[in-house]
């Protein structure tokens, strides 16, 4: 089975710095998918970012970027220019394509405080 | 993008009564949907998936007869909570996949 581990519990970060979380996992399969979901205060899941497996080109989206590192088993997630908003906790998660009905690993979360 | 609903956002119920929340996308067909539990700074743990018109497959350690899952439609699924009990007060969250899983904005279910 697939697990996510995710070492750091709790991270802050002043506003308009960056902080990088992050994320490691386990796993025998070859093709899959990787996740960012934040999930602030009102406990909404927002997905983040997403990244296949068999795409070397790491996964942007505006101010957030990943560091994929296949052979190391590594999911990274790097928020540039902390924004207040940004303030959440945020779960990685993993995705089997074999898997009907795409189910997710999540891993533990890290609770991101953004300081003004 | 795609939207889920849960309803209701909050229930509180006596010790003893059945709960049921309703989960629907309301822009897109799901043929499945998942139930998540979560506790207080942890993360999500799966309950069951459940696929439209068959029996929903349960997570190990999830009662199945305590936890009821219905996905009538390809745009309904619903959880009854049966003979709550104040353990069983958490936030459930319900996904629906399209491709890929959107959430619906969850539902704090406390029992007295």
């Known amino acids: 089975a697939q697990t996510v581990t995710q070492s750091q519990p709790e991270m802050s970060v002043q506003e308009a710095e960056t902080v990088t979380l992050s994320c490691t996992y386990d796993?025998?399969?070859?093709?899959?998918?990787l996740f960012w979901y934040k999930q602030p205060p009102s406990r909404q899941m927002i997905l983040v970012i997403r990244q296949e497996a068999y795409k070397q080109q790491n996964a942007t989206e505006n101010r957030f970027s990943v560091n994929f590192q296949k052979a190391a088993k590594s999911f990274s997630l790097k928020i540039s220019d902390s924004q207040l908003g940004d303030a959440a906790m945020y779960f990685c998660?993993?995705?089997?394509?074999?898997?009907?009905?795409?189910?997710?690993?999540f891993g533990e979360g890290t609770q991101l405080t953004v300081n003004p | 993008g795609a939207v889920v609903s849960q309803h209701p956002s909050r229930v509180i119920c006596k010790s003893g009564t059945s709960v049921k929340i309703e989960c629907r996308s309301l822009d897109f067909q799901a043929t499945t949907m998942f139930w998540y539990r979560q506790f207080p700074k942890q993360s999500l743990m799966l309950m069951a998936t459940?696929?439209?018109?068959?029996?929903?497959?349960?997570e190990q350690g999830v009662e199945k007869d305590k936890f009821l899952i219905n996905h009538a439609s390809l745009t309904l699924s619903t959880l009854t909570v049966t003979s709550a009990h104040p353990e069983d007060s958490s936030f459930y969250i319900c996904s629906a996949t399209q491709n890929m899983q959107f959430f619906g904005p969850g539902t704090r279910l406390t029992v007295l």
């Open positions: 459940s696929n439209e018109g068959s029996k929903a497959t349960y």
């Open positions: 998660a993993y995705r089997s394509p074999q898997t009907s009905g795409s189910r997710l690993t």
């Open positions: 796993t025998s399969e070859s093709d899959y998918y």
